[in-house]
């Protein structure tokens, strides 16, 4: 369903990577390793359409993504380093409004279901800055419990996460790949995830 | 989604009055420091005063600028509205529309207790705030363009001027000189049909300028 044909990505004078290939189906899940500034990120990137590679095509149910645009974007939840909470906000009102950005109206009721199970009881008031590194975290994780879209890519999901929430992410990871959905991700922490299919994809 | 995005910037400016605040006080103190300097000289005043207002209005307008994506560029926000299924352009029109409801709407209503320091008879004072009403989202709109071409730039808000500041000249040109024709007795008309054509050229083609920006910006 995803496919990746021959990426290469260049940043200022520095070639991150090149000639990557990946193709990944239904319920597959890809983890894509290497060491600090080995371009996961910029991959990452490159498959949610936020950047174009110099080299290569990435295409989603065989077409490229670059035609695609709306259509893509509504099938997919990118999830970065920066959590995409407003600091003025509380966290039932970063919830709601992230998820009518991503083109998901939820109720009052769906959110503070969301951030319940996400651990965020009684914090749904809370203005987001008063909340820890992690606790934002959960916040922007959250919109994977209410946006019901295929393709989830998730850069570093589990930074600044304990151990409780990182179970979590994990059942939730597992339940969504059951139901046939995708997931992209990136992780330094060892976790194991069961899926149908796995790609462990390499940048050196 | 359109209603959805303004909504949460106003949400965010009420939250953060200091901002509003900072680009109104600023217009309020600019327009008053001239009368104050150059002495109770009516005739004078009166003759200077839709060039000032006007010059203090661009001005209050640019302040504000460089907060208009800045803080969701900063916060992840940004790149959420690009991968946003609702088209890009529509998204930054709202973003434009509440970035106007928030600094050029409080000058607008300001202006004409401002034009009173000026001895501004009250047809001056109408045809000033008309004026105003028509020119300040059309700032908001050509410096969205400006504020997305130079984000995550050191020194993004010298260039935002350097870039922004020109194209603001017809926009001032006319807003001023509807407000002189009014005082000098001649038709005021055409100087507003053309800020409304600024506007609505404006409308058709900023945002899909701000949206290819916020693309080349974030890449």
Redesign the interface.
Known sequence: MLQGINLACVRGDRRLFKAVNFTLEAGGLMQVHGPNGSGKTSLLRML?????PVLGEITWRGASIRDLK??Y??E?T?I??????????TVL?NLR??S????EHISETQARDALAYMGLNGRELL?AKVLSQGQRRRVALARLLVCKTKLWILDEPLAALDITAVKLIQELLERHLAEKGLVVMTTHQAIDVAAISTVHLRLV | ?FF??IQ?DL??AV??RSDVLTTLFFFVIVVSLFPLSVGPEMNLLRTMAPGIVWVAALLASMLSLGRLFS?DY????L?????????LSI?VLGKALAHWLVTGMPLVVMAPVLGIQYDLPADALFVLVVSLLLGTPVLSLIGAIGAALTLGLRGGGVLVSLLVLPLYIPVLIFGAGAVEANMAGISYDAHLSLLGAFLLVSLVLAPWAIAASLRVS??
């Open positions: 949610c359409g936020l950047s174009n709306g259509e974007f509504s997919l990118y970065g380093h920066l959590s995409g909470t407003k600091d003025d906000l009102e409004i992230s009518a950005l991503a083109g203005p | 989604m959805w995005i949460r949400l965010l939250r953060r803080s900063s916060d992840g926000t790149e959420q509205m690009l991968l946003s299924p609702q088209s998204l974030l890449e």
